[in-house]
C-alpha cells in the first residue's frame, strides 16, 4: 500500500517557464512533508519542506504548497533552470514512537528543464 | 553537504555470500538510516538507528542486519547475498531531536550487484 504517490513519472518543461511537481498521501498521520532532488550516480539532497500546521513555504526559486484536506502537496520552481533537471522525491513524516522518526518516499517524478 | 561516506561505491559479488557495507559520519548525529533504491518503488527504509547499539527495523529488512557500535559508523550487512538485494544502498543521518523538523541528509549510495 503506497501511503506517498507521485503520480506522474517524468515532467517537461521550458526554461524560465514554472515547474509543478505534485505528490499525493493517504496516511492522516502525516505530520512532516519534504521534498529532495536528486542527481544521477548522487545521494538525494533535502530542498523544502513543509509541516503540516502551514499552507505553503518559499526558498528562493521554490515554494511547496500544502492542501490537507485533499491530502495533497506541490513544489513550484519559478523560474525553471536547466540545472534543476534531476528526479525530485516527495516524502513524508509521522511520529513513529519512541525517539525517532521515519520518512516514507514517493517513487519519483523525473524533471526535464529544456534550455 | 553533511559528512557522510559509504564504502565500498560499488561492490559486485556472487549470490550466497556475505556483505558489509559501511556509512561513516562526522556531524555527530544520533540517528542514522540505511535505505536501497530500486527501480519503481522509490527510496525504501531497511533499519534505522536511534542511537549506538539502539536499532529497529524499516519496511524491507528481512536478509539484512545492521550494528551501531559508535556514533559515527553504521553498518549494513547481507549475511548472505541474494539477486534480490542488488539495488543502490543509501545511508542517511539526522540531527533528530524526536521532532519532526530534522530533515536526513544522504550518503552518495553503493551501488551493489549480486551475481
Known amino acids: 500500500d503506497q501511503q506517498v504517490k507521485q503520480n506522474s513519472p517524468s515532467l517537461s518543461v521550458q526554461e524560465g517557464r514554472i515547474s509543478i511537481l505534485n505528490c499525493d498521501y493517504t496516511?492522516?498521520?502525516?505530520?512532516?512533508f519534504l521534498w529532495y532532488k536528486k542527481y544521477p550516480a548522487e545521494g538525494p539532497t533535502f530542498l523544502i519542506s513543509?509541516?503540516?500546521i502551514k499552507d505553503k513555504n518559499e526558498d528562493g526559486r521554490f515554494t511547496v504548497f500544502l492542501n490537507k484536506s485533499a491530502k495533497h502537496l506541490s513544489l513550484h520552481i519559478v523560474p525553471s533552470q536547466p540545472g534543476d533537471s534531476a528526479v525530485y522525491f516527495c516524502?513524508?513524516?509521522?511520529w513513529g514512537g519512541g525517539s525517532n522518526y521515519k520518512l516514507t518516499f514517493g517513487k519519483g517524478t523525473l524533471l526535464t528543464v529544456n534550455p | 553537504d553533511a559528512g557522510i561516506t559509504q564504502s565500498p561505491r560499488h561492490k559486485v559479488t556472487e549470490t550466497g555470500t556475505p556483505v558489509t557495507l559501511r556509512c561513516h559520519q562526522t556531524e555527530n548525529h544520533r540517528y542514522m538510516y540505511w535505505y536501497r533504491q530500486d527501480p519503481g518503488h522509490g527510496l525504501r527504509l531497511i533499519h534505522y538507528s536511534y542511537g549506538v547499539k539502539d536499532t529497529d527495523k524499516g519496511e524491507v529488512s528481512d536478509g539484512y542486519s545492521v550494528s551501531r557500535s559508535k556514533t559515527e559508523d553504521f553498518l549494513l550487512t547481507l549475511e548472505s547475498a541474494t539477486s534480490s538485494q542488488t539495488s543502490v544502498y543509501f545511508c542517511?543521518?539526522?540531527?533528530?531531536?524526536?521532532?519532526?523538523?530534522?530533515?536526513?541528509?544522504f550518503g552518495d549510495g553503493t551501488r551493489l550487484s549480486i551475481l
Open positions: 516524502a513524508a513524516s509521522a
Open positions: 542517511a543521518i539526522s540531527e533528530g531531536t524526536g521532532s519532526s523538523n530534522q530533515p536526513q541528509h
Open positions: 513543509i509541516s503540516s
Open positions: 496516511n492522516s498521520m502525516f505530520d512532516y
